[in-house]
């Protein structure tokens, strides 16, 4: 017999094994087949496409009558029709084009390079500062966070606003909702909270908005003081439905960037119900059927899906507190479809009045309708017990307000409502506050104790 040494059938296997490995590396390197298809129909803002395959989500490319290329996204399918929606303006499209898949997607640019820039939805400034020279990108969408990894919500954040420190404290990696109509001062708050709060970062996603909005935020609201540590993500009114679902989608991946990184982050979402709506249109437009006031279920399922991308890490070191702004309808918040949905996801809320601001009272703060879910966690019980007191006497100077304003209140007819009167311009003071004026949360809850007294009191007065 002749049978070979054993040494050397192991190196025959090893060999083997190499060149296997070997056409193992070439095989990944090699470039996947992409199937291209032709673009049959065009409805409103509604590509559908045959012979190619591209899953949810993926891009494609749709030639253009002038030798470009449109760039879509794929949000949907049915009977072997792929449903496109243009990321950018649809112009110059002809039947039967060439549709090409984009097998691979590179991120969004990411990192230091970002803040102080201006930027859209695809990561390209806007801001006329030329090019970002970001050498880190980071993926659009991540897979959740374990809640029974994700670190607990226990430490304040100051947030530089007197009447949110002392009776609506934020906690580090809360999610909170601005709620409030049209007009009255919603996006002044912010960037008084986008200059004060302290943090490492600030993110602002301006979704949606009115485009002079978006250059009187970053230059006056937000200034060039407040605008080196932030990042603004700015897709407005005027861009197509994707672009906004997307602009919010990124605002957020930049956020979740740099809380990886360790550290506290600011969020700011002007304004979830344009994001909302821009799923709406999206949904409604390849066949969704509507459930609620013209929401398509997918509306609120996507909503927590970028709600929940907020708040605190696993590993304890970064954190992303987030505020989103409502827009309600007639200035209703009770009975509007996403302010509903909003309430029941979100760790507070801050409801803005419109008579406040029409009074000249800013920011327009109503404290009655407003709360914070974890300020039991992050605060003193005597500053819960001072917060109690001030929400019981602001609340009986309410309900008689019209009495008193007319004089047929009489005084000693109830010895908290004449309390409230006695207090009432302090009160009222207490919750206002100038644009460029900061206020930590020392200063805050000294300023409450002042107002209120030491809060040892029962509160049987209030």
């Known amino acids: 017999m002749n049978d070979a040494p054993p040494q050397a059938s192991t190196a025959r296997a ?16 090699t470039r996947p087949i992409v199937v291209e298809g032709m673009l049959r129909r065009v ?17 494609c490319l749709v030639d253009s009558a002038d030798g470009g290329s449109i760039e879509t996204e794929v949000v949907g399918f049915s009977d072997g029709r792929l449903y496109l929606m243009p990321t950018g303006v649809l112009h110059g ?3 039967n084009a060439r549709v090409r898949p984009c097998p691979h997607d590179s991120g969004i640019p990411a990192g230091d390079a970002l803040l102080g820039r201006v930027i859209d939805a695809t990561g390209a ?16 969408k991540r897979p959740p966070i374990n809640p029974m990894q994700r670190r607990p919500i226990s430490q304040p954040l100051d947030v530089g606003v007197r009447a949110i420190n002392a009776l609506l404290t934020v906690g580090r990696g809360q999610r909170m909702g601005l709620f409030a109509g049209s007009g009255v001062g919603k996006s002044t708050l912010l960037g008084m909270m986008t200059r004060f709060t302290n943090a490492d970062v600030v993110v602002v996603g301006l979704i ?20 080196q540590r932030a990042v603004i993500v700015a897709e407005p009114a005027d ?4 672009s906004r679902l997307r602009g919010a989608q990124v605002a957020t991946a930049v956020a979740e960037h740099f809380r990886d990184r360790g550290l506290r982050v600011l969020l700011l979402m002007d304004s979830l119900t344009r994001y909302a709506q821009a799923q ?14 013209g929401y398509p279920p997918s509306v609120f399922a996507l909503l927590p899906a970028l709600v929940e991308r907020a708040g605190n890490d696993a590993d304890g070191r970064g954190s992303i507190t987030a505020f989103y702004t409502v827009l309600t309808e007639g200035d209703d918040h009770r009975h509007d479809p996403i302010a509903d949905a909003a309430r029941a996801i979100l760790d507070g809320h801050i409801v803005l009045s419109r008579d406040l601001a029409e009074a000249g009272h800013y920011p327009a703060i109503d404290i009655e309708a407003s709360i914070s879910r974890v300020m039991p966690a992050v605060t003193a019980p005597a500053q819960m017990k001072l917060a109690q007191r ?6 009986a100077y309410s309900r008689q307000r019209d009495l008193i304003t007319i004089g047929a209140y009489q005084k000693g007819s109830d010895p908290r409502v004449d309390e409230a009167i006695a207090l009432w311009p302090v009160l009222s003071a207490f919750l206002q506050q100038e644009t460029g004026e900061a206020v930590d949360l020392d200063t805050a809850l000294r300023t409450l104790t002042e107002v209120l007294g030491d809060g040892t009191g029962d509160g049987s007065a209030a």
């Open 14 to 29: 090893a060999g083997w094994q190499a060149r296997l490995a070997a056409r193992g590396r070439q095989v990944d390197k």
């Open 239 to 242: 861009a197509p439905p994707l």
């Open 125 to 140: 400034p806007l801001d006329g500062r030329g090019p970002l020279g970001a050498d880190q990108h980071t993926s659009l």
């Open 43 to 59: 409805v409103g803002l509604t590509l559908e496409a045959v012979g190619c395959e591209a899953p949810v989500g993926s891009r």
């Open 280 to 293: 709406r249109e999206i949904a409604l437009a390849i066949g969704e059927p509507p459930a609620t006031k």
């Open 208 to 227: 949606g908005e009115r485009g002079r909005e978006v250059k009187e935020f970053v230059d006056q609201i937000l200034g060039e003081e407040g605008r």
């Open 390 to 395: 001030f929400r019981q006497v602001y609340s």
């Open 93 to 95: 499209v002809l039947p």
